[in-house]
Nanobody, 115 residues
Framework: QVQFVESGGGLVQPGGSLNLSCVDS????????MGWYRQAPGKQRELVAT???????LYVDSVKGRFSISRDNAKNTMYLQMNSLKPEDTAVYYC?????????WGQGTQVTVSS
């Protein structure tokens, strides 16, 4: 069973940066394509960034050039560096397998972009 613990969110002004972390307690982290998802109030959860086991990355258009996903397989940890944040990036951010997530979601970490 895999379990995810997200951290690093907070309140930041537009144009600011945050670095999110995701620790996976499962034993096969390094073999899995992983992703960062987000869910804004009143909206469906969306996949915003994906990283394959070999390190290739994919991004949704709205975050391209601003977000950067990375992973440290030795630490079972994944990161999301978010720069040039916008109010529309406000959401709860989650990590999970990608593009097909497991049913085991973590608590997520709240990111609020506001002046």
């Amino acid at each position: 069973q895999v379990q995810f613990v997200e951290s690093g969110g907070g309140l930041v002004q537009p144009g600011g940066s945050l670095n999110l972390s995701c620790v996976d307690s499962g034993s096969i982290f390094s073999l899995l394509p992983m992703g960062w998802y987000r869910q804004a109030p009143g909206k469906q959860r969306e996949l915003v960034a994906t990283i394959l086991s070999g390190g290739n990355t994919l991004y949704v258009d709205s975050v391209k050039g601003r977000f950067s996903i990375s992973r440290d397989n030795a630490k079972n940890t994944m990161y999301l560096q978010m720069n040039s944040l916008k109010p529309e990036d406000t959401a709860v951010y989650y990590c999970n397998k990608a593009p097909k997530p497991t049913a085991s979601w973590g608590q997520g970490t709240q990111v609020t972009v506001s002046s």
